[in-house]
């Protein structure tokens, strides 16, 4: 039986491919879950097929991230495991092609999302004797990125939060870590996915990203940041430690 059997997961992002592959996933493993998306109509046929709930939510919005946390445990008597997973790509640079408004947007999805859905998250955990908590960083996060460079910068952020906030959170009870899976199926890849193809890269299968939510889920880990790319299984990255002082 898995650890997950019985419990409660809510997912943000849920109508995409990452999400609803999570979706899935825990579903299968017993878990009541709610699914979480700004399209309606794409999160309620995943919350019908897999037999959970749906509630729309925009992450960027602090009000209706709490509205969201509390509408799960009222619905479901508690929460268990968090998936914070919405995002989106910029699509533009600081060059000439910047622009203030999809600038914010961007930020509001995938970062402040994360934030106030990991604020919501403590204090719900906190008052239902603990939890989990993954968030969707991406590779992105753990090296450059010359041609999006503001994914890069608010997934970077994603992994500095989940690195320090996680190990902290352990004595409530919670933990905390990100999932940073390379070129996968979702949404997000769909304007470069043909370029990809031809390029030689492997498109990594929504499931096996999945797969590395659930073993987070699953585990007693804190802290950790996990890549996915094709050919491994889903892993911790190990950072390097930083250069200390030295005598002058």
């Known amino acids: 039986m898995s650890e997950l059997d019985g419990k409660v997961v809510l997912i943000t992002g849920g109508a995409g491919g ?3 592959a999570a979706a899935r996933a825990v579903a299968a ?36 991230n709490r509205a969201m946390f509390d509408a799960t445990v009222e619905r479901f008597g508690g929460l268990d495991h968090v998936y914070l997973n919405a995002g989106v790509s910029s699509g533009i640079g600081l060059g000439d092609d910047f622009d203030v408004d999809t ?37 992105a996060g753990l090296t450059a990125v010359p ?10 952020a994603v992994v500095g939060l989940a690195r ?10 919670i933990r905390f ?3 940073c899976p ?4 979702s949404g997000i890849i769909a304007p470069i996915r043909d370029a990809l193809l031809n390029s030689g890269f492997t498109i990594i299968p929504a499931e096996k990203v999945a797969a590395g939510v659930v073993a987070l889920f699953e585990g007693e880990m804190s802290g950790e940041c996990w890549f ?15 250069p200390g002082p030295r005598a002058e």
């Open 147 to 156: 041609y999006d460079p503001l994914y890069a910068a608010n997934k970077h």
């Open 103 to 139: 600038y914010r947007r961007v930020m509001g999805i995938n970062l402040d999302g994360v934030v106030f859905g990991a604020h919501e998250a403590i204090r719900v955990l906190r008052e239902h004797g603990g939890g989990s908590v993954v968030a969707t960083a991406s590779l």
């Open 164 to 173: 320090s906030l996680g190990p902290g959170l352990v004595t409530d009870g």
């Open 228 to 242: 996915v790319q094709p050919g491994v299984d889903p892993q911790n990255f190990k950072f390097r430690n930083i």
């Open 182 to 185: 390379g070129f996968a199926e």
């Open 29 to 64: 493993l017993g878990a009541r879950v709610m699914v979480s998306d700004v399209d309606a109509e794409g999160g309620a046929a995943v919350a019908e097929e897999i037999g959970g709930e749906f509630l729309r939510c925009d992450v960027s919005s602090p009000e209706e």
């Open 177 to 179: 870590n990100a999932i």
């Open 18 to 20: 990452l999400g609803s």
